[in-house]
Nanobody, 125 residues
Framework: QVQLVESGGGSVQAGGSLRLSCVVS????????LGWLRQAPGKEREGVAC???????TYADSVKGRFIVSKDNIKTTLYLQMNSLSPEDTAMYYC???????????????????WGQGTQVTVSS
C-alpha cells in the first residue's frame, strides 16, 4: 500500500522560506514521477514541481527560480524548498506519485494516482 505523508507546512511572511517534506512508503514500482501540487481556495489543483526516476525536474513557470524539488533516496523522502514566498503561494500542498510513463506532463494533477493528505502553506503580506 502506497502512502505519502507530507509535513513542513505553516504560516510565513512574504519573502520567507519553507521546506516541505513527503515521506513515501510502500512504493514498489521501479520507476516514478513524484510531484508537488497545490490547490488554493476556489482554484483548481495545479502542478508546482516534479521529478522522475531519471532525475529530471520540471517546474511550473510561477515557481521557477524560487522552488527546488529534491529527493533523498535513503530516506525515500521528497522535498520542496520554497523561497521568496508570496501570498499567491498560499495553498494546500500535496505530494503525489505514479510510475513513469512516456511523454507524460508531470505537472498535470490527473497524471497521479497516489496522493498524500496535504499540508497547508499560508503566506501573509
Amino acid at each position: 500500500q502506497v502512502q505519502l505523508v507530507e509535513s513542513g507546512g505553516g504560516s510565513v511572511q512574504a519573502g520567507g522560506s519553507l521546506r516541505l517534506s513527503c515521506v513515501v512508503s510502500g512504493y514498489t514500482y521501479g520507476t516514478y514521477y513524484l510531484g508537488w501540487l497545490r490547490q488554493a481556495p476556489g482554484k483548481e489543483r495545479e502542478g508546482v514541481a516534479c521529478l522522475n526516476s531519471d532525475g529530471k525536474t520540471t517546474y511550473a513557470d510561477s515557481v521557477k527560480g524560487r522552488f527546488i524539488v529534491s529527493k533523498d533516496n535513503i530516506k525515500t523522502t521528497l522535498y520542496l524548498q520554497m523561497n521568496s514566498l508570496s501570498p499567491e503561494d498560499t495553498a494546500m500542498y500535496y505530494c503525489a506519485a505514479r510510475p513513469w510513463v512516456e511523454a507524460a506532463d508531470c505537472l498535470k494533477p490527473a497524471l497521479f494516482g497516489f496522493w498524500g493528505q496535504g499540508t497547508q502553506v499560508t503566506v501573509s503580506s
